[in-house]
Nanobody, 120 residues
Framework: VQLQACGGSLVQAGGSLRLSCAVSGTILSVNAVGWYRQAPGKQREMVASITSGGGLMYPDSVKGRFTIFRDNARNAVYLQMNSLKPEDTAIYYC???????????????WGQGTLVTVSS
């Protein structure tokens, strides 16, 4: 299983970005998927996920601004980020699980990360 994330960039506060994660080696429609981020000096945190049961999860810090969705035909998952803030600056990682996992937990497969920098 391989994940290839891209789309990170430098953007001004209030702007938007869409991150993409291409998945190979498995059928995306049967997996739990998520996006995580890690800012300098901080722990990695979940910012969006589609659970094994098909539910959506977002922390309060991004709720209403970030949207996770997947295109099963393209075997890809995306993260649409709007109204970006400087505190959204981080490396963003996509993540999937092949088996059912508890909601809010990460699967074992990670993409390589893509850097998002939001300037004030």
């Amino acid at each position: 299983v391989q994940l290839q994330a891209c789309g990170g960039s430098l953007v001004q506060a209030g702007g938007s970005l869409r991150l993409s994660c291409a998945v190979s080696g498995t059928i995306l429609s049967v997996n739990a998927v998520g996006w995580y981020r890690q800012a300098p000096g901080k722990q990695r945190e979940m910012v969006a996920s589609i659970t094994s049961g098909g539910g959506l999860m977002y922390p309060d810090s991004v709720k209403g601004r970030f949207t996770i969705f997947r295109d099963n035909a393209r075997n890809a998952v995306y993260l649409q980020m709007n109204s970006l803030k400087p505190e959204d600056t981080a490396i963003y990682y996509c993540n999937i699980a092949l088996d059912r996992i508890p909601a809010g937990t990460a699967g074992p497969y990670w993409g390589q990360g893509t850097l998002v920098t939001v300037s004030s």
